[in-house]
Structures are given as structure tokens and as C-alpha cells.
């Protein structure tokens, strides 16, 4: 690969109107991370060595996602849209500190594989002055147009507004990622106008002023489904269903098993170990790890981060989840452990061999090896104020129905009974009952029958 330094600008300033949102368009998610992380995340994995986000007025929140998730860009603000050539231009400081290859990518388009923008960076090596990642469109409709000589050489890129008749024919389209060696790039663009059909400083227009200046353009092709651009929600739908089909088929190739794979939802981080089977309907948001062995059964909704927590979700070898159980932030399940049918567990270690097979609720709690939680058990952890922690011990056994008021600690080896609500700690080996002694009052339900029989006939 080039040892060239790389110089990523990220055009991320457009607001994206037709998405209808009162957030900017970028921050919309693909596999539950925005957009713009995607084209980030992608940057890093090139080995960028600088990246310049280029952002519209008034995006604070876009800046705190860069920040987030690339504390080392830098960010630039284009006050107007005037084109993307225009919009380039406002990281003209980043460009010409640097001395490389810059590589230009949208941040609404977040499906760009890697190996294509290699492909790029490797034409670049080869003497291209610049290099378009195009793509054969099925409807060209609204693209910029690729216009080739005989010898496949990149002449000019037409915008679909200023296309003649003939050009409009043309279906290989600009993907909007170009890549250029130009050592003074900031000189190129600054010769870019904008006498065109829409007024705009159209970046595409440097490849026949680099031709001016004696520099070669070259193409590299991709699928179109690489360069999906979102202008919409229908969009972004189509944009995640490529995304989900391509993750799945990565795992199922590191060998999980999915029974009906299209009705599986992945995050950009699920991580999964080997043999691992999923059920249908299983939806995993960000940060999940399960390791070799685990059975997720059908209609599961696990994730480790959500807005309020990001400790994370792990679920260790050879446990069994669902069907119909959610897993939360802060969740350690442990080897062997059976999590079953309704029951919800949050920030809880389940350790190994633990079980909850029944319509419980598990937050804020540890749950000791071997423990066994009755169905129904709900483990109270919030007063309405504060969370508080329940400590089962290894071995216990919670019978069904039970509330355990947190805070609370159950010793190893004990029995709670059936029916309790334990709001005191309990000794290890212990039983605790709190429930009214049951009396019994022979042949009373024989008596009520012919009572209240011989009442109705009255
Ligand atoms: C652009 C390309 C076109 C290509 C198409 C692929 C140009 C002139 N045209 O057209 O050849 O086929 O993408 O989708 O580049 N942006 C800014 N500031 C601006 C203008 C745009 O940041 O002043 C950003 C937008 O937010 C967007 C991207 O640049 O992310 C592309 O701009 P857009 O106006 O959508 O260009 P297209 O007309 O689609
Ligand atoms: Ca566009």
C-alpha cells in the first residue's frame, strides 16, 4: 500500500432536508451508529493520518459526533452551501498542511468498502493525478456522468444538469468519492467556477482542469450498492438492509448459525464466537459480544449500549437466551447460564451456570453461580429515586413470586419461598419465608356451593 500520507475531508455540512428530521441527516443511523461514525470509522481503518470534517453552520451536535468518535479530526465550517468544490475548499487550511493523497468522501454515504478506496490510493501510486470511484448506475438519473476516452482515461465528469442529450447516456455514473496527488491541491480548486446549470462550484469539474495542467484522471469501479447515497428515509431503510445483509453473511461465514437470517438485526460491533446458533427475529443493538456455543432463541432484544449506559452486554459460552428475553446494558451472562421465556435482566452479572427461566425481571444485581430464580422473581432495584443492588449468592434458590427489595443480600445456599417479599438480608443457608401461615377451614367450599346453590333458586 501507499506509504503516501492520506488526507481524509469528510463533506458532512449538508442538512438533508428531505429526510424531514429536525437532526442533521448525517447523524441519522445505519446499524446503530450514525452515519457519519460510519464514514469515520472507515477513515481510521484506512490509516488515515489526518481527517477534516467539513460541517454546515449550527451543528453542534454533529462536531460532539466527531469528537466522539474521532478526537483527532479536525473540523471545518462551510457557511453556505455553494458546491461541493466549495465545500472542499473550506478544509483549504488542512490541505495544505498536508503533503499526499486526499481522499474525498460524503458522510450520507456510509456503505464505501475499503478495498475500493485502496484500489484509489493504488491508481494514485500508478500517476494518477486523480482518481473517481464510479459505478455503473441502474438508473443514472441525477448522477454526474463519467466521460471516458478511448483508452478508458477520465476526460470529465458531467453533471446530469448540464449534460448534453448523448452524455445523459452514459451509465457510468461519479460516486462522489475522488481522490487526488496534486501537490498543490488548493490551488486546483480554487480555479474551479461556478458557471453552471445550478450556480454551484462543482468539485467534479477538477478533473478537466487537472487535465489543463497535464494531470491524468483515472476511474475505479464498485458496486453500486458501495455508494448509496441518503437523501431520505426510504433511502436510509435501503441503506440498512445492504448494510444487514452484508454483516450477516459475514458471520455466517465465521460460522454462526441463522435459521432465517433476514429477520436477523446486527449492530456495526456484534461480535459473535463460533457455533453460535440465532433464532429467528433477533434483534442485537451495539455493543454485544457472544462468545462460542451460545443458543439465541427466537424474538430476543439484546444490547449493551443504549442512550444511557454503555457498559456493554457479554454473554459467555454454552448459555442459552429467549426466546422472548431482553438483555440490557451492564449484563454479564455467564457460562451455561439459562436466560428464558419474558425475562428482562439489566447491569447483572448472571455467573456460570445461574438460571432465570421465567418471567423475571434482573436489574441491578449480582446472581451467584448455580443460583436458580424462580419465575416470576422481580428483583425491586429502584425506589423511585435510586438504583439500588441486589447480591444473590451462589446456589441460591428464589422461589417464584418473589420480590427482593433492594438493597439486599441473599448468603450463598439459601432458600427464599415461594410468595416472599425480602427486604431484609438473608443468612447464608438459611430459609426465609414472609408470607400469612395458611389456615384451613374443612368442607368450607362445600358448604359455600349449597348455600349459595340453594340462594339462586329463591
Ligand atoms: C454529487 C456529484 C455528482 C455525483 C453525486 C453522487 C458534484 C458537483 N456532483 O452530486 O457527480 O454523481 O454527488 O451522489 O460534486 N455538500 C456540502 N456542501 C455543499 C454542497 C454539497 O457539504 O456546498 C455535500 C452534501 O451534503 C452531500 C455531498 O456534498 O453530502 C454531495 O452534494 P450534493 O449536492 O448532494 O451533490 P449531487 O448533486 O448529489
Ligand atoms: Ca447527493
Not at 84 to 101: F, K, M, N
Request: include cysteine; charged fraction near 25%; hydrophobic fraction near 45%.
Amino acid at each position: 500500500m501507499s506509504d503516501r500520507p492520506l488526507l481524509i475531508v469528510i463533506l458532512a455540512a449538508g442538512k438533508g432536508t428531505r429526510m424531514k428530521s429536525a437532526r442533521p441527516k448525517v447523524l441519522h443511523a445505519v446499524a446503530g451508529r450514525s452515519m457519519l461514525a460510519h464514514v469515520l470509522a472507515l477513515s481510521a481503518d484506512l490509516g488515515a493520518h489526518g481527517i477534516a470534517v467539513v460541517v454546515g453552520p449550527d451543528m453542534d451536535d454533529v462536531r460532539a459526533e466527531v469528537r466522539a468518535w474521532a478526537p483527532e479530526a479536525k473540523i471545518y465550517e462551510q457557511r453556505e452551501q455553494r458546491g461541493t468544490g466549495d465545500a472542499v475548499l473550506a478544509a483549504r487550511e488542512a490541505i495544505a498542511a498536508h503533503s499526499g493523497d486526499v481522499l474525498v468522501l460524503y458522510a450520507d454515504t456510509p456503505l464505501t468498502r475499503r478495498p475500493s478506496l485502496e484500489a484509489m490510493r493504488r491508481q494514485l501510486d500508478e500517476g494518477a493525478g486523480v482518481c473517481v470511484l464510479g459505478f455503473v448506475a441502474a438508473d443514472p438519473t441525477g448522477y454526474g456522468r463519467l466521460l471516458t476516452g478511448s483508452d478508458g482515461a477520465l476526460l470529465a465528469i458531467r453533471e446530469h444538469k448540464d449534460a448534453s442529450p448523448a452524455e445523459l447516456l452514459v451509465r457510468l455514473c461519479n460516486s462522489g468519492v475522488i481522490g487526488f496527488r496534486v501537490d498543490d491541491l488548493a490551488g486546483l480548486l480554487e480555479r474551479i467556477g461556478n458557471n453552471n446549470a445550478k450556480g454551484e462550484f462543482y468539485l467534479t469539474d477538477a478533473v478537466e482542469i487537472a487535465r489543463g495542467d497535464g494531470l491524468r484522471s483515472s476511474v475505479v469501479t464498485c458496486a453500486e450498492d458501495e455508494v448509496l447515497g441518503v437523501n431520505s428515509r426510504d433511502q436510509l431503510a435501503t441503506a440498512e438492509a445492504i448494510w444487514q445483509r452484508r454483516a450477516r453473511a459475514v458471520a455466517m461465514a465465521a460460522g454462526v448459525t441463522m435459521v432465517a437470517p433476514e429477520t436477523v438485526w446486527l449492530a456495526y460491533d456484534t461480535a459473535f464466537g463460533r457455533d453460535v446458533v440465532v433464532e429467528p427475529n433477533v434483534f442485537f443493538g451495539p455493543g454485544v459480544t457472544i462468545e462460542d456455543d451460545v443458543h439465541i432463541r427466537a424474538n430476543c432484544y439484546l444490547e449493551g449500549i443504549d442512550g444511557k449506559s454503555r457498559a456493554g452486554l457479554r454473554i459467555a459460552e454454552g448459555a442459552t437466551v429467549g426466546p422472548f428475553a431482553r438483555l440490557r446494558p451492564g449484563t454479564t451472562i455467564g457460562r451455561d447460564v439459562h436466560i428464558g421465556n419474558f425475562v428482562e435482566v439489566k447491569n447483572a452479572t448472571m455467573e456460570d451456570g445461574a438460571k432465570a427461566n421465567h418471567l423475571s425481571y434482573v436489574g441491578d444485581a449480582r446472581v451467584g453461580a448455580g443460583a436458580n430464580i424462580g419465575a416470576g422473581t422481580i428483583f425491586c432495584n429502584y425506589d423511585g429515586f435510586n438504583k439500588n443492588l441486589c447480591d444473590v449468592g451462589a446456589g441460591v434458590f428464589i422461589g417464584s413470586n418473589s420480590a427482593l427489595v433492594a438493597p439486599v443480600r441473599i448468603g450463598a445456599g439459601a432458600y427464599v419461598a415461594a410468595g416472599s417479599t425480602i427486604t431484609r438480608d438473608v443468612a447464608a443457608d438459611a430459609l426465609a419465608i414472609e408470607r400469612a401461615e395458611q389456615t384451613e377451614k374443612p368442607q368450607w367450599a362445600a358448604q359455600y356451593r349449597i348455600k349459595m346453590a340453594a340462594q339462586k333458586k329463591r
